[in-house]
């Protein structure tokens, strides 16, 4: 399992810093401020958790016996990404208004994944 999170999260990383690229060199003159700053926010916050998810599978690979909430932060984290970033990207790129109300489904994935790693440290041996 920490293999396939520190996979994720190097993909995770590195695409992030080419979403990031290519909106500051490809995207600006295309998109308004506004969906300007929408894709970047979905580019800060898939590196924020790539970040996390790193911690968690290093945490997975160190512990003797991790706790199962540490492998639940890992997913929600993959799951909070694909959503909320991914939502937020296609909503910057086409403007289909709908998409805004999917991202929060993917934030909730994210909290969920703070609150997993928080319980995961207070059982952590």
């Known amino acids: 399992m920490p293999q396939l999170f520190l996979a994720i999260a190097a993909i995770f990383g590195g695409l992030s810093v080419a979403a990031g690229a290519f909106a500051t060199h490809s995207l600006r003159p295309q998109l308004s401020n506004r969906a300007l700053e929408i894709f970047e926010t979905g580019v800060r916050y898939q590196m924020y958790h790539a970040l996390a998810l790193m911690a968690v599978a290093l945490l997975i690979y160190q512990a003797e016996l991790p706790p199962p909430t540490l492998t639940a932060a890992?997913?929600?984290?993959?799951?909070?990404?694909?959503?909320?970033?991914?939502?937020?990207?296609?909503?910057?790129?086409?403007?289909?208004?709908?998409?805004?109300?999917?991202?929060?489904?993917?934030?909730?994935?994210?909290?969920?994944?703070?609150?997993?790693?928080?319980?995961?440290a207070l059982n952590y041996r």
């Open 74 to 120: 890992g997913y929600s984290f993959i799951a909070g990404v694909l959503i909320f970033s991914g939502s937020l990207y296609t909503l910057s790129l086409t403007d289909i208004k709908w998409l805004g109300a999917i991202a929060p489904i993917g934030g909730v994935a994210l909290i969920g994944g703070w609150i997993c790693l928080a319980i995961a």
